[in-house]
């Protein structure tokens, strides 16, 4: 089992940054991969940002050139740092985990970009 706490959300300008981290804490040796989604209401989950235990790293494309994904060495942490935020960023922020062929979610932040 493994448990995942998310942080950083919050209300921000369009332009501003914001970083959000997520810690997982359980029994598990490491992650094939961990990332972040989002979604807003009434529209499905979608792909921010996601990197592999090797550090392979994919965007969605709506995020590319503005979003960073990154890890701790012990890859018990992820990151996404957000820069150049948009209105259209505006939603729920989930981490993501996957161990063994297990998908993982926090419970969500929340990340409000004003216009």
């Known amino acids: 089992q493994v448990q995942l706490v998310e942080s950083g959300g919050g209300l921000v300008q369009a332009g501003g940054s914001l970083r959000l981290s997520c810690t997982a804490s359980?029994?598990?040796?490491?992650?094939?991969?961990m990332g972040w989604y989002r979604q807003v209401p009434e529209k499905e989950r979608e792909l921010v940002a996601t990197?592999?235990?090797?550090?392979?790293?994919n965007y969605g494309d709506s995020v590319k050139g503005r979003f960073t994904i990154s890890r701790d060495k012990a890859q018990k942490s992820v990151y996404l740092k957000m820069d150049s935020l948009k209105s259209e960023d505006t939603a729920v922020y989930y981490c993501?985990?996957?161990?063994?062929?297990?998908?993982?979610w926090g419970q969500g932040t929340q990340v409000t970009v004003s216009s």
């Open positions: 993501w985990w996957r161990v063994a062929s297990w998908d993982y």
């Open positions: 359980g029994r598990f040796v490491s992650a094939g991969a």
């Open positions: 990197i592999t235990g090797g550090g392979i790293t």
